[in-house]
């Protein structure tokens, strides 16, 4: 069982950064596979970065590539997401998850979620 928790959300300008960091509970985290999802309004939740339980693999949306940056410190049972060169199109709820395998794109293989921090970006 993993209990997850988001935070590092909130208000920031186009342009601008934000870090999000997930904690995680639980003896097992490192075995892990980690994802960061987002949920705009009205639009279906979307995977944004994934890494593997021993961070050698590490994949993102194409929509992110080059500006964010997903990390892991598995002494710390946390998994990090940079946010570079934020858009207003980023605004969204963002949601850590976790799975036990291999780093998947897709929401439904998911077993773990956290409640998500919202991001906001103005423009």
């Known amino acids: 069982q993993v209990q997850l928790v988001e935070s590092g959300g909130g208000l920031v300008q186009a342009g601008g950064s934000l870090r999000l960091s997930c904690a995680a509970s639980?003896?097992?985290?490192?075995?892990?596979?980690m994802g960061w999802f987002r949920q705009a309004p009205g639009k279906e939740r979307e995977f944004v970065a994934g890494?593997?339980?021993?961070?050698?693999?590490?994949i993102y949306a194409n929509s992110v590539k080059g500006r964010f940056t997903i990390s892991r410190d598995n002494t710390k049972n946390t998994v990090y997401l940079q946010m570079n060169s934020l858009r207003p199109e980023d605004t969204a709820v963002y949601y850590c998850a976790a799975r036990q395998g291999l780093v998947v794109t897709t929401t439904t293989q998911y077993n773990y979620w956290g409640q998500g921090t919202q991001v906001t970006v103005s423009s």
């Open positions: 639980g003896r097992t985290f490192s075995t892990y596979a």
């Open positions: 890494i593997s339980w021993s961070s050698g693999g590490t």
